[in-house]
């Protein structure tokens, strides 16, 4: 088969390197792809936002299957698109992917299905979302209802704080995304994600993760779009594990099913894991990053035939291996992310790092310069290891790290800090 994946972070590099490995695999193009992906699939320049030039490419290579990565295309209805010109594709519809687009249709599909999650009321003016975060109290959350690149969400500590982001929001501080607002209850526990691989009606679970989204040691400093992860998520019970799966992810998919709009592809829940057992944050609609990564050096089987049973309907009766293993990814990134950072430092070592074992790297912002690798974005390689325990995935991959000579970079020294915790207290 030919196969073209779509996207250029860390998550696709994760994706095409576990593709290339598919025996059913002819020909594997990534767009745009980058430096890494480059040595596992072939690179086309095309704009995602325009599908007409992505349908032309498919036709003109004879591409039998479209994986899309990252949730911008599928929001804008790239699947649809696709398959109405006759080409196959991962991921779910425009309508499906509101599940992660617009926070307050999610919200109300919970409300409607009994499904766990935080209370909450929609507005569509600062006045009103004031006033109900006053009545609630703080701490309290407030949350643009559109697709807002990892800014949509304040949780807000005092009432005014509170306040300032629901004026943020309707300002216009995030574009048409801040236009309606969500206010709801702060939820107390620990975080963690749940995948699951869906074909409208039949849900896979593929396993979890937990990530560090603050840029600093020890959780703190601004948030950004992930600085590690590992799998699987050490305080996700198999009880926990079934109580998502059962009251949270299945009757998701049968609302989406029964109002016509059948969810395929990835189903991504973030997860607070409360005193009453595990409540829904919000969905995204397609593997996370860096959690897809983790993931991926998990998965013993080869991935495409179950992106094919998820597209086909055919999840019933699919079975996946996983290796017993833990993995970990550590981010590094450009100095200054998330704020500002400069482009086009030259990274060395990588060859080296990646042969240690239990190592992958697997790159997110590089392109090719000159013959060498260059930073070319604010998360730029994602460097994971597999091992016996959290512990040791950790010493590889920061070993991997310390071979790297990138002096405008910089990584967490920390990460899966809580999970080797746990590790010590269940071994003590
Ligand atoms: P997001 O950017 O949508 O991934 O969400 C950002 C983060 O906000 C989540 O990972 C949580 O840490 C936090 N968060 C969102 N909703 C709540 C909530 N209701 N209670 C507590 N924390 C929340
Ligand atoms: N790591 C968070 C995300 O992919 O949304």
């Given amino acids: 088969m030919n196969i073209l994946l779509l996207g250029s972070g860390g998550r696709e590099h994760a994706l095409a390197w576990k593709l290339g490995g ?28 325009d599908h007409g030039a992505v349908i032309a490419f498919c036709k003109e290579r004879a591409i039998d299957f479209v994986v899309v990565g990252p949730e911008g295309p599928l929001a804008a209805g790239i699947v649809d698109d696709l398959e109405a010109a006759g080409v196959g594709a991962f991921g779910p519809s425009k309508l499906a992917a509101r599940l992660e687009g617009s926070k307050g ?6 409300r409607a299905n ?33 697709l807002a690149a990892g800014k949509g969400v304040v949780v807000a500590m005092t009432l005014a704080e509170a306040e300032g982001a629901i004026d943020m ?13 969500i206010v709801e209850d702060y939820l107390r526990g620990e975080e963690a994600s749940l ?16 990530d560090h989204k603050r840029v600093f040691d020890g959780d703190e400093g601004p948030n950004t779009g992930g600085m590690g992860a590992y799998s699987p998520a050490p305080m996700m019970s198999a009880e926990t594990t079934r ?29 607070m894991i409360t005193e009453e057992g595990p409540k829904l944050i919000e969905y995204n609609v397609r593997f996370g990053d860096p959690e897809c990564q983790v993931l991926m050096l998990r998965l013993k089987s080869d991935i495409l035939p179950a992106l094919l049973a998820a597209r086909d309907g055919m999840l019933k009766t699919f079975d996946l291996r996983w290796s017993e293993q833990a993995a970990l990814t550590v981010v590094m990134a450009a100095k200054g992310y998330p704020g500002s950072y400069a482009k086009g430092s030259v990274i060395e070592g990588l060859d080296e790092a990646a042969s240690l074992e239990g190592v992958e790297i697997f790159h997110a912002g590089t392109r090719v310069e000159g013959g060498r690798i260059v930073a070319n974005g604010g998360r730029v390689l994602n460097v994971c290891a597999l091992g016996e325990s959290v512990a040791q995935a950790q010493a590889r991959a920061y070993a991997a790290v310390d071979r790297i000579r990138w002096p405008d970079g910089f990584c967490r020294r920390d990460i899966g800090f809580r999970a080797i915790e746990r590790e010590r207290q269940g071994a003590g």
């Avoid at 025996?23 to 890494?36: F, H, I, Q, S, T």
């Avoid at 249709?105 to 919970?110: E, M, P, Q, T």
């Avoid at 999650?117 to 109290?137: I, L, P, V």
């Avoid at 949270?248 to 395929?264: H, Y």
């Fill in 243 to 271: 109580r998502a799966m059962e009251e949270i992810v299945r009757p998701t998919l049968r609302a989406m099913q029964a109002m016509g709009a059948p969810f395929k592809g990835v189903l991504y829940a973030g997860l």
């Fill in 22 to 49: 598919s025996p059913l695999v002819d020909r594997l193009y990534c767009a745009p792809g980058n430096a890494g992906i480059a040595r596992d699939a072939e690179l086309a320049s095309l704009d995602l936002a």
């Fill in 114 to 146: 009994a499904i766990p999650t935080a209370s909450y009321e929609r507005f569509a003016s600062a006045d009103a979302a004031k006033a109900y975060a006053r009545a609630r109290g703080a701490p309290i959350v407030v949350k643009a209802d559109g």
């Fill in 169 to 181: 929001m309707f300002a216009g501080g995030l574009g048409e995304a801040g236009s309606e607002v």
């Fill in 195 to 210: 995948f699951a691989l869906c074909d409208g009606e039949s849900a896979l679970f593929l396993g979890t993760a937990q």
């Fill in 105 to 110: 249709f999610a919200k109300d599909l919970c």
